[in-house]
């Protein structure tokens, strides 16, 4: 089975600073990897995927993403982070759970705290 | 873009009762729905992938009889968690997948469910 890993439960980062979220997978074939963020009793907001292509992948809010196949790793990076950025934040991977069905896998979650 | 909706977003209600929560996909139509559990400070686990007019597909460990799943229509499914007790209070997301595209899935905003 596909996994992901994010090794820092939270990440303290003073505003205007660059900001870094870790994420490392583990998967049998290509990997289709997702970076989400949760803000406090919401649901999950899609942030970037990365399919295929690029290894600098852009997506919302100023988020970006560099997947690295030698490191296996899939970490969300933005340039400078805002207060409005503090929120939960989960990698995922897409996992063939057989029969042609696909779902996502969770890593843990890191907490972002940006301080002003 | 693609908007999931659940209803309610937050329920209390007593041991021992049913309480039913609602997904749907308000502007795309999704063939796969999924059920997510989400304890505080945690990672969503998924409960069961549900398919549009078939039996839904139940994780290792999730009580099928418990939390009965229905997926009637391309824009609705259903969670019914019966005879609720204490530790069935949680934090529960619907997410659906697109039908014309297999890479994105949708979440919703959650429901909050305490029982007393």
């Known amino acids: 089975a596909q996994s992901v890993a994010q090794p820092e439960d939270q990440v303290n980062v003073a505003e205007g600073n660059p900001l870094t979220v870790k994420c490392t997978y583990s998967v049998s074939g290509n990997p289709y990897l997702f970076w989400y963020v949760q803000y406090p009793n919401r649901g999950l907001q899609f942030l970037l995927k990365y399919i295929t292509g690029d290894n600098l992948v852009k997506g919302s809010y100023g988020f970006e993403a560099e997947f690295n196949k030698s490191q296996t790793s899939f970490h969300l990076k933005k340039p400078s982070a805002l207060v409005s950025d503090s929120a939960l934040y989960f990698c995922a991977v897409r996992d063939y759970s057989g029969a042609g069905s696909y779902q996502l896998t969770f890593g843990k979650g890191t907490k972002l705290s940006v301080i002003p | 873009g693609a908007v999931v909706s659940q209803h309610p977003s937050w329920v209390i209600c007593k041991s021992g009762t049913s309480v039913k929560i609602e997904c749907r996909s308000l502007d795309f139509q999704a063939t796969t729905m999924f059920w997510y559990r989400q304890f505080p400070k945690q990672s969503l686990m998924l409960m069961a992938t549900?398919?549009?007019?078939?039996?839904?597909?139940?994780e290792q460990g999730v009580e099928k009889d418990k939390f009965l799943i229905n997926h009637a229509s391309l824009t609705l499914s259903t969670l019914t968690v019966t005879s609720a007790h204490p530790e069935d209070s949680s934090f529960y997301i619907c997410s659906a997948r697109d039908l014309v595209s297999s890479y994105e899935q949708y979440f919703g905003p959650g429901t909050r469910l305490t029982v007393t």
């Open positions: 549900s398919n549009e007019g078939s039996k839904a597909t139940y």
